[in-house]
């Protein structure tokens, strides 16, 4: 089901016969990969829309598999134009209605008010703000008209468009506090390392948003052939090394600082009751908390021991997964900084040795982790010595897996309202450090 409204919020489309909200029959929206969706809605509604947010979603019990969604859509046109098997009405017209399964009443006028932790695409009138801004923005910079925005995701984090303009093509990418720090990460690194992130073009209202080149290259994770990996691994690797003299810029600019006394207290917090009500829609059970509770002398004691060894801090991705990156031929781009923080740099490579992405070409390579971890050292040792660097690499994984993990229930989690499936990230980190040999 869908409401959608013009950008004043007030009127919105219903069907002509029923005076129902619109019904769209597809599959659910997850991680908010709208693009197919918004296809879908314009094909029937002969109108151009943009989606602001899920107001409502119902799943199974298990909070696993999605059974319903009703989405709050912005028109990019006026809603006379759109197909004529719907009618406008004022949105004070609609009066609560029964959902599925239990019948309870959904009041869409009450779901559309603000609130605390508005993100600001899920306004009415977000997107024509945005696209007004967008066409300034593209004149200012003599790139020409703006052909097309196409939005290819709403999530409860961020919100990502491409930008067509006559002679430029960009994203334009809004996220919440306290992930918009992100344009501040690309502006410093493009100083530091200029070939290795997307070029920032513009920023959008008070840190909210930023605009910033795209470009043709695929991700890593479409890359079979295992040298594309080592040589990404290899780049982050000396990226990282190269940013550990510009800690104090980062800081500065507002990128939180971690020391490991602050992750031993923020992986703390996976053994306390936040944590035990979440973790049925992460997918864990008493067992997997029971054992992390069991863990934790040992976990202390590593992170006493790399605490010993006194590594350079440095930018820590925090999201450093395969389609984060772009795969260029001699090149790789490091993308979505928005979890970034300043800290241990050996935990940022995590997801990216060890999620699913990265079974093809190892199907080529059996030893591609290894050989991904060697290229990435490889510069840290010529600082800190072979054996310190890759001792200090190993200690660090286990930590690297329960501090992702904490990320989420302390930073992410707490924006997330109908996108469930994120919860299942955080027991994909906790179940990958209880794997380790280390318990």
């Not at 409401?3 to 005076?19: F, H, I, Q």
């Not at 066409?135 to 703006?146: I, K, N, P, S, Y």
């Not at 930008?163 to 502006?187: G, H, M, Q």
């Not at 010595?385 to 001792?391: D, E, F, N, S, T």
Request: aromatic letters at 8%; hydrophobic letters at 45%; charged letters at 25%.
């Amino acid at each position: 089901m869908i409401a959608v409204v013009d950008p004043s919020g007030r009127r919105l489309l219903v069907d002509r016969n029923t005076g129902a909200l619109p019904e769209i029959r597809a599959p659910a929206v997850a991680s908010g990969e709208v693009a197919e969706f918004i296809a879908l809605v314009q094909r029937q509604l002969r109108l151009p829309v943009y989606m602001l947010r899920c107001l409502r979603r119902h799943t199974d019990p298990r909070g696993r598999d999605t059974r319903s969604q009703i989405h709050l859509l912005e028109a990019a046109g006026p809603l006379e134009r759109a197909s004529r098997a719907y009618r406008i009405i004022d949105r004070a017209d609609i009066t609560p209605f029964a959902v599925s399964p239990r019948g309870e009443l959904f009041d869409l006028g009450h779901a559309m008010r603000p609130r605390a932790g508005n993100r600001p695409w899920w306004k009415a009138g977000f997107a024509a703000a945005a696209v007004r801004w967008l066409e300034q923005t593209a004149d200012r910079l003599g790139a020409g008209r703006v052909l097309r925005v196409e939005q290819l995701r709403s999530w409860e984090i961020a919100w990502l468009a491409r930008v067509t303009a006559e002679r430029a093509t960009w994203y334009f990418k809004c996220s919440p506090a306290p992930l918009n720090v992100e344009a501040d990460v690309i502006d410093l690194l493009m100083r530091i390392a200029p070939d290795h992130v997307p070029h920032l073009v513009a920023r959008y209202r008070a840190g909210s948003g930023f605009l910033m080149d795209a470009y043709s290259e695929p991700t890593l994770e479409a890359r079979r052939a295992p040298s594309a990996w080592i040589e990404a691994a290899a780049q982050f690797g000396r990226l990282q090394l190269d940013a550990s003299g510009a800690v104090d810029r980062f800081i500065a600019r507002g990128i939180p600082p971690l020391d490991l006394t602050d992750i031993e207290a923020d992986i703390g917090a996976l053994r306390d009751e936040p944590m035990r009500v979440t973790r049925t829609l992460a997918g864990l059970s008493d067992h997997h908390l029971q054992r992390l509770h069991h863990a934790w002398p040992r976990l202390s004691g590593l992170i006493a021991e790399l605490n010993v060894a006194n590594l350079p801090v440095s930018i820590d991705h925090g999201d450093l997964w395969a389609p984060n990156i772009l795969s260029g031929k001699n090149n790789a781009r490091f993308l979505d900084w928005s979890d970034a923080t300043i800290g241990c740099p050996f935990f940022s490579t995590l997801p990216l040795l060890m999620a699913e992405g990265i079974a093809v070409p190892m199907s080529r390579d059996p030893r591609l982790r290894n050989h991904m971890r060697d290229a990435y050292l490889e510069p840290w040792q010529q600082r800190l010595g072979r054996g310190v660097a890759l001792q200090a690499w190993k200690m660090a994984q286990p930590i690297a897996a329960l501090h992702m993990a904490s990320i989420y229930l302390r930073r992410i989690l707490p924006l997330v309202d109908t996108e469930l499936e994120i919860y299942r990230t955080l027991g994909w980190f906790v179940r990958l450090a209880l794997r380790q040999r280390m318990f």
